[in-house]
């Protein structure tokens, strides 16, 4: 049975000029992310972005490493995320990167729910953790 973490998170998008010689459709990002809650810590991550010529209908891709603490464990882990918007619905999956914990995190695996409500960002992280750590 997995555990549940919840929290709010504050995050930065900052956009990476492209190359003006070789014009693409596909944006890139940075992130930074400052986790609060039941996981207290930092993401850094980079994201690819497309838009479409109708209205509401996108897709990103990102990747990003979370350090920080949950249930009393420290370390890091890197999460996947995978997101389509299709005129306007969105459908959004952000799972932990197998193999990718740190420290006490090693064997962490899980799925990150983002929630964007009133302009704020929250999550509900439903993750397991091996008991030998």
Do not use: C, W
Not at 10 to 32: E, N
Not at 82 to 111: E, I, K, Q
Request: charged share 15%; net charge negative.
């Amino acid at each position: 049975m997995p555990s549940h973490a919840k929290g709010t998170f504050d995050v930065k998008v900052t956009p990476v000029p492209g190359d003006a010689s070789s014009p693409s459709p596909v944006a890139r990002m940075t992130l930074t992310k400052t986790l609060h809650g039941d996981l207290e810590g930092t993401g850094v991550g980079e994201m690819l972005a497309a838009n479409t010529s109708v209205e509401g209908s996108a897709a990103y891709v990102a990747i990003e490493r979370i350090t920080g603490t949950i249930g009393g464990r420290s370390g890091s882990f890197m999460l996947q995320h995978t997101g389509t918007m299709t005129r306007g619905a969105p459908h959004l999956v952000v799972t932990v990167v197998p193999d990718s914990g740190t420290g006490d995190l090693v064997g962490l695996t899980g799925t990150f729910d983002i929630i964007i409500a009133g302009g704020k960002h929250s999550y509900d992280f439903a993750y397991s953790l091996p008991l030998d750590h």
